[in-house]
Nanobody, 121 residues
Framework: QVQLVESGGGLVQAGGSLRLSCAAS????????MGWYRQAPGKQRELVAV???????DYADSVKGRFTISRDNFKKTVYLQMNSLKPEDTAVYYC???????????????WGQGTQVTVSP
């Protein structure tokens, strides 16, 4: 019913930049929080950044000052601008969005398929 499609991943050298996008579509009445998670091989999935419907943001300590999350409510899209990338940022990045199908529907948690980000030394 709800689809999240990520784009913008790829291979970049340390110190470079990438911009990830995640577009939501389907049976959506409203979107609460939107966020980005990442998972490196052998590690647990961790929260990278989150933005609320009121546009407030929060970041993992490891990316503060380097990454910026934003959203476009008209386009139902969340972005992650990643600057000064480091090899330790290498991971699969997943988009997350909490949505309602109507005003009295339960909140549903939705996930994208993931996009690979690789940072070379």
């Amino acid at each position: 019913q709800v689809q999240l499609v990520e784009s913008g991943g790829g291979l970049v050298q340390a110190g470079g930049s990438l911009r990830l996008s995640c577009a939501a579509s389907g049976s959506i009445f409203s979107i609460n929080n939107m966020g980005w998670y990442r998972q490196a091989p052998g590690k647990q999935r961790e929260l990278v950044a989150v933005v609320t419907s009121g546009k407030s943001t929060d970041y993992a300590d490891s990316v503060k000052g380097r990454f910026t999350i934003s959203r476009d409510n008209f386009k139902k899209t969340v972005y992650l601008q990643m600057n000064s990338l480091k090899p330790e940022d290498t991971a699969v990045y997943y988009c997350n969005a909490d949505t309602r199908r109507s005003w009295n529907s339960r909140v549903e948690e939705n996930w994208g398929q993931g996009t690979q980000v690789t940072v070379s030394p």
